[in-house]
């Protein structure tokens, strides 16, 4: 039973239980508050009783006194017994009424032979009759004690009574709080259940759907600064899971391109790799003066291939840095680096004026010089890929605030607004319609990027005054 009880107690909601238990508190209040006033009051009206019955045997004792017996001044349903004591043992004087005695005196005789041995006042309570009475004895003159008693049930009433209003008005009490707290604490509640309600919203998402969002929030106020406490952290915590998947949907999204780029990618040559060694062997057999051509394609075919793996290969090491650390760092003067990339650009580019600012003192850095040459090459090189020849190209360094920044700027006609979020981004080209022969793949910006993170550093594309530029700060 008591099992069964606690089970059904478990399946009430949370306002229910707090309201039950909060009735059952009150009620153990009411119960020690009523019990309280109730003896109070009993007690009261006994002290009240008490006095009433001394101050009646002081006017009885000068009736005694001057009558020898009790005559008038008597209360209704009150017993009156007068005893002479002068050897020590009570013995009763003839009543004025036999109605001032009880049936059985014996009670009212000892109480009498009490107050010859103690010399003061009794009071005692004694059943009379079948009811209960209250006795007192008292010396009206040496050898004569008077016990009068009066009746009880007149205060059992009053404390009936009492009891009654105390069970009634408790009664409706408890019924009121129960009732009225338990909306209070539902009201009070309401914010749980809207989160709640939200965590089950939550639930019946599909979370492993790529595009999956959590557009659900806890918004309902109210509750006391506990539950807005839980409201806030509840919603922070939904908040950072919705970014949580939404950056896992990203990461899924650039993978899944990452994976096509690169299998589109390596496609390409590929192909023509196999396409060459067909035409080398159809010559090897037919056209022996076509070996050498086609060899040479093949070779450079391969080349590419081989350089497309070796910046994925870098890119992939790069990405799990804190396992594998692909840098070689070494003290290396940045001038010295700057003005060597500078050279091979001139060389290589002899169609695009190169302007060069390093200062005439040698910047000393850590860092790895052949990496951040790749990233200096990276940029010159798509400076001129991607500007007509005669456009002008420069090349500064400047150390400042516990940096080093290079710029490298050029006069072209820029980056398309549509395509400056995305310059970064793997396999990407801001020139769709550029071969990859001449466009590259994809990668220099992000393996430059990459190498820049790589050292601590940042590369940022910037527009000043018409020159596109990009800027590789290193920390110093």
């Not at 009620?27 to 109070?40: H, I, N």
């Amino acid at each position: 039973m008591i099992g069964r009880l606690r089970r059904t107690y478990g399946r009430l909601r949370l306002g229910t239980r707090l309201a039950l238990g909060l009735g059952a508190l009150s009620l153990v209040v009411f119960a020690v508050v009523g019990t309280a006033l109730t003896a109070y009051m009993r007690d009261y009206l006994s002290d009240q009783l008490d006095a009433q019955l001394g101050l009646a045997q002081v006017a009885q004792s000068k009736s005694i006194a001057q009558q020898g017996t009790l005559q008038g001044k008597k209360y209704y349903r009150w017993y009156y017994a007068v005893y002479d004591v002068s050897d020590g043992t009570p013995v009763l004087r003839k009543p004025e009424e036999t109605s001032d005695l009880p049936g059985d005196i014996a009670g009212l005789t000892a109480l009498a032979k009490a107050q010859v041995v103690t010399g003061a006042e009794v009071l005692r309570t004694e059943h009379l009759a079948g009811q209960e009475y209250r006795l007192r004895a008292c010396e009206v003159e040496p050898g004569v004690v008077l016990v009068s008693g009066a009746p009880m049930d007149d205060i059992d009433n009053t404390v009936r009574r009492l009891v009654t209003v105390q069970v009634i008005a408790f009664g409706l009490a408890l019924l009121a709080l129960v009732v009225f707290g338990r909306r209070m604490l539902r009201r009070g509640l309401t914010p749980l259940s809207d989160m709640a309600h939200t965590a089950h919203g939550i639930a019946s998402h599909d979370l492993t759907d790529p595009a999956a969002r959590l557009p659900l929030r806890a918004d309902r106020k109210g509750g006391g600064p506990e539950v807005e406490e839980l409201r806030t952290a509840f919603n922070t915590m939904l908040e950072h899971i919705d970014d949580s998947l939404a950056v896992r949907a990203g990461a899924e999204q650039r993978l899944r391109r990452f994976v096509a780029d690169a299998s589109h990618e390596l496609r390409t040559p590929l192909m023509s790799v196999r396409g060459y060694a067909d035409l080398f062997q159809y010559a090897a057999a037919n056209e022996p003066a076509e070996r050498d051509r086609h060899l040479v394609r093949l070779r450079a075919e391969a080349a590419r291939m081989g350089v497309l793996l070796d910046d994925l290969l870098l890119l992939a090491r790069l990405d799990a840095a804190e396992v594998e650390a692909p840098l070689r760092c070494a003290d290396t003067d940045l001038t010295e680096l700057v003005r060597e990339a500078a050279d091979a650009f001139r060389a290589a580019r002899p169609g695009h004026p190169l302007t060069v600012d390093t200062g005439t003192e040698p910047l000393r850095l850590r860092l790895d010089p052949v990496r951040i040459r790749q990233v200096l090459d990276n940029l010159l090189t798509n400076a001129a890929v991607h500007t007509p020849p005669g456009t002008k190209v420069s090349v500064t360094l400047t150390a400042d605030a516990g940096e080093a920044c290079v710029r490298v700027a050029d006069a072209g006609p820029g980056i398309p607004a549509a395509d400056r979020g995305r310059v970064f981004d793997r396999f990407y080209r801001v020139d769709k319609a550029r071969s990859r022969d001449h466009g590259g793949s994809g990668l220099g910006l992000s393996v430059a990027q990459a190498l820049v993170e790589a050292h601590g550093g940042r590369l940022v594309w910037e527009r000043e005054d018409g020159m596109t530029v990009f800027a590789v700060r290193l920390p110093a």
